[in-house]
């Protein structure tokens, strides 16, 4: 059975960094996709960044763009999100997607699968 785990998250000024990571198993790693969503409170679940099989495609929101960088290591069947130039819109628990499709219309863009991670809790202080 597919099991997803985050972790990394914690308390951050604004300004500052973390990197999370997304530990799978039970699971082909290096032949599924992989994302990262947020969800903030009162908000919905949204995608962050995702990232192909190889790592040679990956997809950011806009909101993250050029401070957030989506990586993997399928040697160590894990997931990373390094998370730069924070900001207290950046608060909320970030959840691990495993195996979702990636397609390509006007860009490429991520659709998730039933597995996730139990999210790990991210809080920017201003």
């Known amino acids: 059975q597919v099991q997803v785990v985050e972790s990394g998250g914690g308390l951050v000024q604004a300004g500052g960094s973390l990197r999370l990571s997304c530990a799978a198993s039970?699971?082909?790693?290096?032949?599924?996709?992989m994302g990262w969503y947020r969800q903030a409170p009162g908000k919905l679940r949204a995608l962050v960044a995702a990232i192909s099989s190889g790592g040679s495609i990956t997809h950011y929101a806009d909101s993250v763009k050029g401070r957030f960088t989506i990586s993997r290591d399928n040697a160590k069947n894990t997931l990373y999100l390094q998370m730069n130039s924070l900001e207290p819109e950046d608060t909320a628990v970030y959840y691990c997607?495993?195996?979702?499709?990636?397609?390509?219309?006007?860009?490429?863009?991520?659709?998730?699968?039933?597995?996730w991670g139990q999210g790990t809790q991210v809080i920017v202080s201003s």
């Open positions: 997607n495993a195996g979702g499709k990636i397609y390509h219309s006007a860009s490429y863009d991520y659709t998730p699968s039933d597995y």
């Open positions: 039970g699971m082909i790693f290096s032949i599924n996709h």
